[in-house]
């Protein structure tokens, strides 16, 4: 049987409180059993996305399954409880609910009533475009439906920790974008998401730590933003006298340069602008939005500034 | 809790697999019980029926979810309290039909012992049947926690381990089941219907410690 759990060493000081942390961590399954994860060391921050890759069977979703406690370590130790949600690779219809009736269960598992839990269940399925098939049996869903499912009922917590096994797998365009916005949303509000895609361009342009499950081990990899994919959408924005840019805004932003006093030209990529816009209209106090400038629109005059 | 619960309870319900353990206990009771026969002696067969059933249905109750699904709940709250929530589901519902076996066997027996020498009053005897159903749904509880996944994962090993561990569980002296079952039956030879508090402590005792061990286990083996 497994030894009990060392008591775990206290955090290091950062500047942001760890959610969790993976300290020195081991899997194996069966007592004998070849160790899957060995010496894996990882700490995952609010507001920060984290990046997991690697070949098929090297343990990425047992490494998953760690972070989203769903498995206990065979040794070492996991430290912190943020509300996690876990979204498998593969989600099965083999539930006698309704799309909705299975949401909105899971909303009142997060803590929710009734009545906002079915709210909130028909918002996200709406969101996947999948609003048609609230009423549908599990069982009638296709493949995509009930990923769709699957990814709607990690979010309607706002979760702290989300945890994606190739979770865009079996979605279709309009609900991939979707999900990266709603990544992007969960980033700017503080949570933390941990995901595993073997598409090199999903989430591309979003600061992220970038690990690769290699060998058993667990490796920190450099360089770890990629050039944003796609349009960048520029965002002339006024703070406060001396405002420094909303935590949330600032890590979705690819490039801000500061053009006046107070003023700030932002770059964010076309598929978070809404989720930057947010940031800043919600902001205390909140930022004034001088410009929104489209993707492929020639620079704005300088003249023309503000 | 209470919503994990509820989830898992209405999943036992619309996914009709509590059907065959129910209409199995049905059957059982139909083949036993006889209106107007002592009421003791079938409160005591009652009882012991109830015992396989329970285990049946936590098997039914822990292997219900697609493993990603119980993976997406035991996110939220944790992988201890979703199988726990899977074994309270089962042992509520083997409550909630051993109860009403027991109400329905109290009302069409004989209020009587065996060769109708004693009086036996309709009350003091189900006082007496309801603690010892408890007692065989508890103890059925444990047995299918211990039977079945985490602890018993391949279905060839944990339909067996099952059956066989219900058995033992009526028969096996020293067994609070057998305990209570055991005390129905001479209490109807006798006219003194005992109620077995015993041998109820001891199966609360058991089947904690099965629950236990058996939502510890659920992170720390294989999915």
């Not at chain 1, 970038?210 to 499950?213: D, F, P, S, T």
């Not at chain 2, 119980?70 to 996110?75: G, H, I, L, W, Y």
């Not at chain 2, 309709?122 to 159903?133: D, N, T």
């Given at each position: 049987?497994?030894?009990?759990?060392e008591?775990?060493?206290?955090?290091?000081d950062?500047?942001?409180?760890?959610c969790?942390r993976?300290?020195?961590?081991g899997?194996r399954?069966?007592?004998r059993?070849?160790?899957?994860?060995?010496?894996?060391?990882l700490?995952?921050?609010?507001?920060?996305l984290?990046?997991?890759?690697?070949?098929?069977?090297?343990?990425?979703?047992?490494?998953?399954?760690?972070?989203?406690?769903?498995?206990?370590?065979?040794?070492?130790?996991?430290?912190?409880?943020?509300r996690?949600?876990?979204?498998?690779?593969r989600?099965?219809s083999?539930?006698?609910?309704?799309?909705l009736?299975?949401?909105?269960?899971l909303?009142?598992?997060?803590?929710?009533?009734r009545?906002?839990?079915?709210?909130?269940a028909?918002?996200w399925?709406?969101?996947?475009?999948?609003?048609?098939?609230?009423a549908t049996p599990?069982?009638?869903?296709?493949?995509?439906?009930?990923?769709?499912v699957a990814v709607?009922?990690?979010l309607?917590?706002?979760p702290e920790l989300?945890v994606?096994?190739?979770a865009?797998?079996?979605?279709?365009?309009?609900?991939r974008a979707?999900?990266?916005?709603?990544?992007a949303?969960?980033?700017a509000?503080?949570g933390a998401?941990?995901?595993?895609?073997?598409?090199?361009?999903?989430?591309?342009?979003v600061?992220?730590a970038?690990?690769?499950?290699t060998?058993?081990?667990?490796?920190?990899?450099?360089g770890?933003?990629?050039?944003?994919?796609?349009?960048?959408?520029?965002?002339?924005?006024?703070g406060p006298?001396d405002?420094?840019l909303p935590?949330?805004?600032a890590?979705?932003?690819?490039?801000?340069?500061e053009?006046?006093?107070?003023?700030?030209l932002?770059?964010?990529?076309?598929?978070r602008?809404d989720?930057?816009?947010?940031?800043?209209?919600?902001?205390r106090?909140?930022?004034?939005?001088?410009?929104?400038?489209p993707?492929?629109?020639p620079p704005?005059?300088?003249?023309?500034?503000? | 809790?209470?919503?994990?619960?509820?989830?898992?309870a209405?999943?036992l319900?619309r996914?009709?697999?509590?059907?065959p353990p129910?209409?199995?206990?049905a059957?059982?009771?139909?083949?036993?019980?006889?209106?107007g026969?002592?009421?003791?002696?079938?409160?005591?067969?009652?009882?012991?029926a109830?015992?396989?059933?329970?285990?049946w249905?936590?098997?039914?109750c822990?292997?219900?979810?697609p493993?990603?699904a119980?993976?997406?709940?035991?996110?939220v709250?944790?992988p201890?309290?979703?199988?726990?929530?899977?074994?309270?589901?089962a042992?509520?519902?083997a409550?909630l039909?051993?109860?009403?076996?027991?109400?329905?066997?109290?009302?069409?027996?004989?209020?009587?012992?065996?060769?109708?020498?004693?009086h036996?009053p309709?009350?003091?005897?189900?006082?007496?049947?309801?603690?010892?159903?408890l007692v065989?749904?508890?103890?059925?509880?444990a047995?299918?926690?211990?039977?079945?996944?985490?602890?018993?994962?391949?279905?060839?090993?944990?339909v067996?381990a099952t059956?066989?561990?219900?058995?033992l569980?009526?028969?096996?002296?020293?067994?609070?089941?057998?305990?209570?079952?055991?005390?129905?039956?001479?209490?109807?030879q006798t006219g003194?219907?005992a109620?077995?508090?015993?041998?109820?402590a001891?199966a609360?005792l058991?089947?904690?410690?099965a629950?236990?061990?058996?939502?510890?286990?659920?992170?720390?083996?294989?999915?």
């Open positions: 049987m497994t030894p009990p759990p008591p775990c060493p206290p955090p290091r950062e500047p942001r409180a760890p969790l993976l300290a020195d961590v899997r399954y069966g007592i059993g070849p160790w899957v994860l060995r010496g894996v060391d700490t995952v921050a609010p507001g920060t984290t990046r997991i890759e690697g070949a098929n069977g090297t343990g990425k979703s047992t490494l998953l399954r760690l972070l989203a406690r769903l498995d206990a370590p065979t040794e070492g130790c996991v430290t912190g409880r943020p996690t949600a876990y979204v498998p690779e989600f099965p083999a539930l006698p609910f309704t799309a009736g299975y949401l909105t269960h909303g009142m598992i997060d803590g929710l009533s009545g906002p839990a079915a709210r909130l028909a918002t399925l709406e969101r996947f475009g999948a609003g048609a098939y609230a599990m069982a009638r869903l296709s493949k995509g439906s009930s990923q769709k709607a009922q990690a309607l917590g706002d989300l994606l096994d190739e865009w797998t079996g979605l279709d365009t309009a609900a979707e999900l990266e916005r709603a990544v949303e969960r980033t509000a503080g998401v941990v995901f595993v895609d073997h598409d090199p361009g999903r989430l591309a342009g600061p992220a970038r690990y690769a499950v060998g058993g081990g667990l490796e920190r990899r450099t770890g933003v990629s050039p944003p994919a796609g349009p960048v959408t520029r965002v002339t924005v006024r006298a405002g420094r935590a949330g805004a890590r979705l932003a690819v490039s801000v340069e053009t006046a006093h107070g003023c700030h932002l770059g964010v990529p076309a598929a602008s989720v930057l816009l947010r940031a800043l209209l919600t902001a106090p909140p930022w004034h939005v001088v410009r929104v400038e993707a492929g629109a704005p005059d300088p003249g023309s500034r503000p | 809790m209470t919503a994990l619960l509820r989830y898992q209405d999943l319900l996914s009709q697999r509590w059907l129910v209409i199995l206990y059957a059982f009771l139909g083949i036993g019980v006889r209106g026969e002592p009421v003791l002696n079938s409160l005591g067969y009652a009882a012991a109830l015992l396989p059933v329970t285990a249905l936590v098997r039914i822990v292997t219900g979810e493993p990603a119980r993976a997406c709940v035991a996110a709250r944790g201890v309290r979703a199988h726990l929530a899977c074994l309270l589901t042992l509520l519902a409550v039909l051993g109860m009403s076996a027991t109400v329905v066997v109290t009302l069409i027996s004989a209020p009587v012992s065996d060769g109708h020498r004693v036996v309709l009350l003091r005897a189900a006082a007496a049947g309801l603690p010892a159903a065989c749904a508890l103890l059925g509880a047995v299918g926690a211990l039977a079945n996944r985490p602890v018993l994962r391949s279905t060839g090993r944990a067996p059956l066989l561990g219900a058995l569980a009526v028969v096996l002296t020293g067994s609070p089941a057998q305990a209570a079952v055991s005390g129905l039956v001479t209490g109807s003194r219907a109620v077995p508090l015993l041998p109820l001891a609360a058991l089947t904690a410690a629950f236990a061990a058996a939502s510890w286990l659920t992170a720390r083996r294989s999915p």
